[in-house]
């Protein structure tokens, strides 16, 4: 099984000009931004629903949790959790938006 890179390398071989591959490989991380973006919208409506549910932002929990100053209620650890996926997947969508 051949690796990425590898994969990626037979593309371009396959490919007479570099126009071409680099339309397909556009169309690629277009298609990975859309189901991130996606996915983030998910991640937003779930965070709003903690912040209504306790009362405060995501920012200003996710700092005091950090501090060790709310507890470990089980949904505090939920939040947490989905607010450090929601941070990575930002920053993957800053790094595809700047890829393409």
């Given at each position: ?11 371009q071989e396959a490919y007479d000009r570099q126009s071409d ?80």
């Amino acid at each position: 099984m051949s690796t990425t890179l590898e994969k990626l390398q037979v593309l371009q071989e396959a490919y007479d000009r570099q126009s071409d591959l680099n339309l397909l490989l556009d169309k690629l991380l277009s298609a990975t931004l859309s189901q991130n973006r996606l996915l983030l919208s998910r991640y937003d409506r779930d965070l709003e629903n903690f912040e209504k549910r306790f009362g405060m932002t995501s920012t200003d929990f996710y700092a005091r949790f950090e501090a060790g100053e709310l507890g470990d209620l089980m949904d505090y650890f939920e939040w947490a959790g989905l607010w450090e996926l929601h941070q990575r997947l930002q920053e993957k969508i800053r790094r595809l938006e700047q890829a393409l």
